[in-house]
Every structure is written in C-alpha cells, then in structure tokens.
C-alpha cells in the first residue's frame, strides 16, 4: 500500500470510528434519520437493464458478468477483477439503480436493495480502491439520494437505519477527501456528491459550502474558453454535461441559486460538444471516447438548451476543428494532448471523416475492458488516422493513464473562401527524438465530394539513424468495404448506402491492411485501413484524395 492509500486508510478509519461512536449516540436519544431533499438523476434508465439486473446480469459500458462468473459467492460482483477499471468504477457507482427504478417492479426494489446491503456487507473497511475514490463515492451518494425513495418504499426498519447511517457515514467521508480526487471528471463527481450530501442529509449546510467553493475553483480551470472541456475526451465531455446538469436540478429542487459559474459552465459545455457530432449522431473517437446513445447525446443537448444550435466549427482552447458540407463531415484533432485526466492518446492531427449519416475514416477507439494491452494499443498513434513515423508514438504513454513527452507545439491555421475550406497544421511530437516536425493540411470542396491532404515531414534535426519510414494510415469503419482498383494506385470504398467513394494517394505505396475498432469501448470489430507507406527522405510529402463517384460506377 503506498503513502496516499495509508492516508486514505487512517482517514477513513478515523471516520468509521467517529461514526460508530455517533450511532450509538443517535440511537440512544433516538434521533429519527429522514432525507431533507432528494437529488436528482436527469439520465433515464432503462427497464430492459433493470430487468438484466434482476436476473443477475451486470453489464456496464457494453461489457456483461453473469452473477455465477462474479464472485466467490457466485452472487456477488463487487470482487470482480476481469472486467477492468471502468466496470468496477460503474459497478460502485450505483447509477444503474436507475435502471432498477425504470424496471418498477417489486423484485426491482428489492434487488436493489439487496445490494446494497451486500455493498455494506463486503465494504466494511478501506480495502478496495476502485469503491472508496472520492470520485466514485461522489457518484455512489448521487445516485442513493437520487434513488433512495425507490430504495426505501416497503423496506423494513432495518434496512432504512442502515441505509441513512452509510450514507451519513460515505458523506462524512467524503468531506475529508473530496478534494484528493483526481484532475477532470473525476472531481465534478466528487464535489457533486459532496453538495447533494450536504443539500439532502440533515445538519449539511458546512458541506454544501464547501463542495460549492470546490466546484467553481474546478469549473473555472475545466471548461475553456469555446467551451471545451480540458480533457479533450468527447464521452468526457458529455459526461460532464450530465454530471452538471444533474447537480443544477438538484440545487433547483432545494430552492437554492445554482450560481453564476454552474449555470455558464453548463451554458458553454453544451453547444461545444455538437463539434464532436458524426453524421449519424454519434461522438467522434478522440482520446478513449465511444460513439455513445444518440438519444442520450439528443437529451442532454435539448435539457441545456443547445439541441437547436449549430456545431462549432472551430474551438482554438479544445483544440478541434470541424468542417461541415453537403456530402461529408471532418473532425480535426489540431490540439496537443491534454495532461488533465486519464487515458489521453498519441492522436495529434489525426481524423475523422463521415459521409452523410455514415461513417468512412475513424480512429480505432477507447478500450474500456480489462485487457490492458488492448487499452494501450489504441491510445497508439497508428490506432488513428493520421501519420506515424517508425511505429513510434508520436507521444509517450505511461502505465498511470498520463501522457508525456509529446507534442508541446500545435499550429494551426483555417481558411474558409468560396465554401471551401483549407486546415493547415503543424506537430513537433517527433522533434526531440526523431528531428522531425508533421504537417498536415485538410481541404474539403464546397459540396464536402472532394475531400483531399497532404502530409509533409520536415527536418529540423539531423537524426539519420532513425526517422526513416513513415506510414500514413486512414481507418475505415467496418461496415465500409473496401478494394483496389486493377491499376493498383487507388481504393474503392462502398458505403452501406451503396455510395463509392475513390480514394487516391502520391508520394507513397498504397495498400490495404487489416485494422480494428472499438466503436462502443469493450467490442473489437474487425476492419480495414488503407496505408500509405514510403521512406523518408530529406523532404516527404505524400498527397492524398477521396472522391466521391457519381451513382452508376
């Protein structure tokens, strides 16, 4: 155990003991335990996984544990490893007791109540990270006093006293380490825990202060001036949408002021995150995102006021540039790699390209499962659609999740001119170890069917003995085929629509070769990319095209 578990050990530990003592107190003057507000949850659950739920299916983020592979019990999840981070991270949150609640029904209720006694069962002590992050505690106490009226309806006195007592107890918890959570989302979530505690528990004034003090000193270095969020993650950013939006509800029911910095906050998150918006309604892959529920995507856009507006085409601060046209869609990556948060990627200048409401050119995705090989894979610049040299990550990408040594210098110049629009930009994430410096610029006619680029190596430094091969790499989504002409210097890609698009390249040898995507974060579907490959020589510029055909070829 390192210094900061034991600090979070003693802490907890010295919480435990103040509470046992403040139990017995309550009980011997028989103090009644009540919730003075609930929170509210603005994502709606779904009774389809309610019912999963019942029948001892747990599936979060698009991965499912049947409860005989759960445990030791053959019951219980809450031991469960395979699965990785971010299913335990679900697992503990408890947000699916909305799904319960959507399902309605008695076994429902009593399903959820059942684990939640379990979760005390098993979580006496300090001895399970992924249950006692401040940021997961934050989502758990939302979600209980968001749900706790379904919970409690029909429970027996046993249950409701032990209920109040975990959650004053995870509250008072939480005040002590709120401020331990770590950079991004993961501290909108602890301080959203820590005001609703404070809003809806008795005796809480002293934590709604605080999380509140916490929340706009977090607001204020979060969310950029287009409104981006600093993580440069679209699910991320959607994540905290509803993460805000939900807290705003919870202070408007309490009939307290949301405060200026929430309400803008959520004012300018809002319409930023149309920027990251496929044609089929889905969010780009940038940085560990999945494609997400459109409906979802629709709801938190019309609950904030933005599902009207138009997409940002450009967001300097989130460092995204977007192009829109008749015929396809562009989505830029033109910023470098966030150091806030977890799980950033080495993605510099690549992107994504739809046609209509159909995806073409992608990157490969986040991985959300346990297989952590497969996690750091795709957060490798050749799992995106843009240039890598050597087969080196145009970043270096630590164990932790942290991103470093990379890109420090981003340029980036648009120009719009008879509804046709030129990105020019620029990367130095190959200078320090390879000399070299990336530059790439994106061209989309005025009707978005004649799509072109060009990618140029630059030698600043003399490095010889490396640096030497370079491949330019456009993945395609899998429902695109995809397949050489008989000249063997172009690709034909056909959309399920029946759409062709031609795609050509000069300066390098083309090819077909096979490639994945994890569009949804836990499911590898397998794929194709072109490659443009070459050496690199004392200057390299590789052009390339897509083309739409007309109907009929």
């Not at 019942?54 to 979060?60: C, I, N, R, S, W």
């Not at 592979?69 to 299913?87: C, I, K, M, Q």
């Not at 949301?258 to 998150?269: D, K, N, P, V, Y």
């Amino acid at each position: 155990m390192g210094a900061s578990d034991g600090q979070a050990s003693a802490v907890f530990l010295g919480t435990l003991r103040w509470f046992r003592s403040r139990t017995s107190e309550s009980r011997r003057r028989g103090e009644s335990q009540r919730l003075v507000h609930r929170s509210v949850d603005p994502v709606p659950g779904v009774a389809g996984r309610g019912d999963a739920l019942v029948a001892g299916l747990y599936e979060f983020g698009g991965q499912a544990v049947r409860a005989a592979e759960a445990g030791e019990r053959g019951d219980t999840p809450w031991r469960h490893r395979e699965a990785g981070d971010y299913w335990l991270a679900e697992l503990h949150g408890f947000d699916w007791l909305r799904d319960l609640r959507a399902a309605g029904t008695g076994l429902a209720a009593e399903r959820g109540r059942t684990m939640v006694l379990d979760w005390l069962q098993q979580h006496r002590s300090l001895d399970n990270t992924a249950a006692w992050t401040p940021e997961v505690i934050g989502r758990r106490i939302s979600a209980w006093l968001a749900h706790g009226e379904f919970l409690l309806e029909g429970a027996d006195d046993e249950f409701t006293q032990r209920f109040h007592q975990a959650l004053d107890l995870q509250a008072r918890h939480l005040t002590r380490t709120a401020r331990n959570a770590g950079e991004g989302l993961p501290r909108l979530l602890a301080y959203r825990g820590l005001i609703e505690s404070g809003l809806c528990l008795p005796d809480g004034e002293r934590r709604v202060a605080q999380g509140l003090k916490l929340l706009e000193a977090a607001l204020t270095e979060q969310v950029l001036g287009d409104g981006g969020y600093v993580e440069r993650n679209p699910s991320t950013h959607l994540a905290a949408i509803w993460c805000l939006a939900g807290l705003r509800a919870t202070l408007d029911a309490s009939e307290r002021p949301a405060g200026q910095t929430l309400s803008e906050a959520i004012a300018r998150l809002a319409p930023s995150l149309r920027t990251f918006r496929h044609g089929d309604g889905g969010l780009a892959l940038f940085n560990g995102s999945i494609e997400e529920e459109r409906g979802l995507i629709d709801l938190a856009l019309s609950r904030t006021a933005a599902g009207s507006e138009t997409a940002p085409f450009d967001a300097p601060y989130m460092g995204f540039r977007r192009i829109d046209s008749r015929h396809s869609t562009l989505i830029a990556d033109t910023g470098a790699p966030s150091t806030t948060g977890r799980w950033a990627h080495a993605g510099t200048l690549s992107f994504e390209m739809s046609a209509g409401r159909e995806r073409l050119i992608v990157n490969c995705g986040g991985w959300r499962g346990g297989n952590a090989g497969w996690r750091e894979a795709l957060r490798g610049t050749a799992a995106h659609s843009t240039l890598v040299v050597d087969d080196t990550n145009s970043a270096t990408l630590g164990e932790d999740g942290a991103i470093s040594d990379g890109p420090t210098t981003v340029k980036v110049e648009r120009r719009d001119q008879d509804g046709a629009t030129w990105i020019d930009s620029s990367h130095d994430g190959y200078l320090d170890t390879l000399g070299l410096i990336h530059k790439r610029r994106l061209y989309a006619g005025h009707e978005g069917a004649d799509v072109r680029g060009e990618d140029t190596l630059s030698h600043i430094r003399r490095r010889r003995q490396r640096g030497r091969e370079f491949a330019l790499r456009f993945h395609l989504h899998p429902e695109v085929t995809c397949a050489m002409t008989e000249d063997r210097r172009a690709v034909l890609l056909r959309l399920p629509s029946g759409a062709i698009w031609q795609m050509r390249g000069a300066g390098a040898s083309i090819s077909i070769d096979e490639s994945v995507y994890a569009g949804d974060g836990v499911t590898r579907r397998r794929t194709s990319q072109v490659a443009l490959t070459g050496p690199i020589e004392d200057s390299t510029t590789v052009k390339w095209a897509f083309k739409l055909l007309p109907k009929g070829n």
